[in-house]
């Protein structure tokens, strides 16, 4: 198995965790030399904190664990295409590349509604794969909002 599918199955795994306590399953990991260093899921709604998105605690805690804020030899696995605020952050922390699952029509920022990562004017660029294991990432987003339309109900 490819290495970006292998490390976007693990992004897949901590989705399943937002899942679980109803938060919308957004999972990230992010890896460095082969190995992965930090991963994370959203938990906005359980922490009560707009900024608890998958790629930002993933990014926090890769910081952390290597002392540094700059994740320069490190790539990120995320399986929903990162919003404006989470982007800036792959930005700021210097993250070589991104591998996205799929896209987000309605807040994505690296091509759905713009693209801050083909913006030249930032000083620094990412990289960025899209659609690794593009059904599997859809399909957990397309069934948790389902799921929660039948709650409201």
Known sequence: MEKEIIFMKE??????????????????????????????????????????????????KASKKLKSWRLTDCEMYVTLEPCPMCVGALIQSR????????????????????????????????????????EECETILKEFFKKLRELKK
């Open 11 to 60: 992004a897949l795994k901590e989705a399943r965790k937002a899942e679980k306590i109803l938060e919308v399953p957004v999972g990230a990991v992010i890896v460095k030399d082969n190995k992965i260093i930090a991963r994370a899921y959203n938990q906005k709604e359980t922490k009560y904190d707009t900024t608890k998105h998958a790629e930002i605690m993933a990014i926090q």
């Open 95 to 134: 993250i070589k590349k991104v591998y996205i699952g799929t896209m987000d029509e309605k807040t994505g920022a690296c091509g759905s509604v713009f693209n801050l990562l083909e913006d030249y004017k930032f000083n620094h660029h990412v990289q960025a794969t899209y659609g690794v294991c593009k």
